[in-house]
């Protein structure tokens, strides 16, 4: 059967509950060894995960489709820093570009910067069962954490919800909703929550930050109750000068803040003593005592730092992702796949093409492109997969047995071993007119709808 889903458009006002679905969902409290319960799959955001998935025999199970496409914070990257006098800038805010899924037992969801909400699919067929909307853009998904949500906004708040129903159990803003300013179209906080929401032994994590000529905030709250009460639980107010943007990566002991074009920021915790500086940029992973961050400001370098002796790393030229499973390291930057003993860093092997971010799953590495998915081996980098997906696919997450990918166009794509060839919503296809002529039909223009609480009209019957 051929399945292509597509979202309709409603007004939701924030906080209301819309139930598309009366199926029950099979939740557990915690999150099962085949999920991928948060962003890049854990706090680390190693984006790796041990589960294999038959790859040579994917096939399209469904696609969802979003009215609108994502909408970045910030768009492409400046062509110059002039405070800095630094030119030729690389593009380090790509942290919202897809709606990034996360998947739990028989559910997918993903946060939308398009109409402010998460959203709840059956990941077995792609209809939406619920969405939860807030007053601001939702950029990063949401973390799941023994039977909630948990996620950031656009709003200036950090929201805690039911996973089942998508049911609010606490919000909390640092700053208590003070000051909205008019962005991109949108009214938003002055203190926008853009680094998503991290739960790590039950302290989630989070940070408030708009521009550098404002104060931002550090958060730390408790998990269950949302409020900064308790053994490592604060609300810290930071110097001028930062912008915290990006998801967190956390293990035990650290907490990586990125900030765009500035310097990451290192902080011990629970406690958020701040520690050292990491490299510019919206990518930052932990891996055991490893903390790979993404491209520098003033020369497109990232890094890979051991943390026990930062003077010791490794700096890699071009746009950078990474992946680490057990001895390995998987790069992606400068449309090429390379793949790396840890120890040493001896090459193993490298692949050049279409390259925009990618996962390991088990023995094999997923890696998303433009128009296209891939997978190859992990042990040789031979191709074992390619499929189509429109847009640049920059999300990817592989759990109970699929591959799920995510596009700039707004598409959600689901890939089994059972898939039953769903028709492609883009594909060109050729009509024959009445004269005899042949009109070949190609990828539509992105439709733009009414989305959220602050809608702009063009005309008297338009509005965006």
């Known amino acids: 059967m051929n399945r292509i889903v597509t979202q309709s458009r409603r007004m939701v006002w924030s906080g209301r509950i819309l139930f598309l679905c009366a199926a029950s969902l099979q939740l557990s409290p915690t999150a099962r060894a085949d999920d991928w319960p948060t962003y890049r799959h854990d706090n680390g955001r190693t984006a790796a995960t041990v589960e294999t998935i038959p790859a040579a025999t994917l096939r399209p199970a469904w696609i969802y489709r979003s009215p609108q496409q994502p909408r970045k914070a910030l768009y492409g990257p400046a062509k110059v820093d002039a405070y800095r006098e630094i030119p030729l800038l690389g593009d380090d805010t790509k942290f919202d570009s897809v709606f990034h899924p996360i998947v739990v037992g028989d559910c997918l969801y993903f946060g939308?910067?398009?109409?402010?909400?998460?959203?709840?699919?059956?990941?077995?067929?792609?209809?939406?069962?619920?969405?939860?909307?807030?007053?601001?853009?939702?950029?990063?998904?949401?973390?799941?954490?023994?039977?909630?949500?948990?996620?950031?906004?656009?709003?200036?708040?950090?929201?805690?919800?039911?996973?089942?129903?998508?049911?609010?159990v606490w919000r909390f803003s640092p700053t208590e909703n003070r000051g909205k300013v008019l962005y991109d179209g949108r009214l938003i906080s002055r203190w926008p929550v853009r680094s998503g929401v991290s739960v790590q032994a039950g302290i989630a994590y989070f940070s408030a930050s708009l521009l550098p000529s404002n104060e931002s905030y550090l958060c730390a709250v408790d998990a269950q109750t949302g409020k900064p009460e308790g053994k490592g639980c604060d609300v810290r107010q930071t110097p001028v000068g930062q912008t915290f943007m990006g998801?967190?990566?956390?293990?035990?002991?650290?907490?990586?803040?990125?900030?765009?074009?500035?310097?990451?920021?290192?902080?011990?915790?629970?406690?958020?003593?701040?520690?050292?500086?990491?490299?510019?940029?919206?990518?930052?992973?932990?891996?055991?005592?490893?903390?790979?961050?993404?491209?520098?400001?003033?020369?497109?370098?990232?890094?890979?730092?051991?943390?026990?002796?930062?003077?010791?790393?490794?700096?890699?030229?071009?746009?950078?992702?990474?992946?680490?499973?057990?001895?390995?390291?998987?790069?992606?930057?400068?449309?090429?796949?390379?793949?790396?003993?840890?120890?040493?860093?001896?090459?193993?092997?490298?692949v050049r093409g279409s390259c925009r971010t990618g996962i390991v799953a088990g023995r094999q590495v997923f890696v998303g492109g433009t128009d296209e998915v891939r997978a190859y081996d992990a042990a040789d980098g031979h191709e074992i997969w390619k499929a189509r997906a429109w847009g640049q696919v920059e999300g990817l997450a592989v759990a109970t047995g699929a591959l799920y990918a995510s596009t700039t166009d707004g598409l959600i794509y689901c890939f089994r071993a059972d898939g039953q060839a769903v028709a492609d919503p883009y594909a060109a296809t050729e009509v024959r007119e009445d004269n005899g002529s042949v009109t070949t039909k190609k990828k539509p223009v992105a439709i733009k709808l009414v989305a959220g609480p602050y809608v702009q009209f063009t005309d008297p019957t338009v509005a965006i």
């Open 247 to 350: 998801m967190m990566a956390l293990n035990d002991r650290l907490m990586v803040a990125p900030q765009g074009r500035n310097a990451a920021h290192i902080y011990q915790i629970p406690g958020l003593a701040y520690r050292l500086n990491g490299s510019s940029g919206c990518f930052a992973m932990l891996s055991g005592g490893h903390l790979a961050s993404g491209s520098g400001t003033g020369a497109p370098v990232a890094s890979d730092v051991e943390l026990a002796n930062p003077s010791q790393y490794r700096a890699h030229v071009g746009r950078f992702d990474a992946c680490y499973l057990d001895d390995k390291a998987f790069l992606f930057a400068n449309a090429t796949l390379s793949a790396f003993l840890r120890e040493g860093w001896k090459p193993l092997w490298q």
């Open 112 to 168: 939308s910067s398009a109409d402010d909400a998460v959203h709840c699919l059956d990941a077995a067929t792609g209809a939406e069962r619920w969405s939860f909307t807030t007053e601001g853009p939702v950029r990063l998904p949401p973390s799941f954490h023994q039977g909630n949500l948990y996620f950031g906004s656009d709003d200036g708040n950090a929201y805690c919800i039911t996973a089942k129903e998508g049911q609010l």
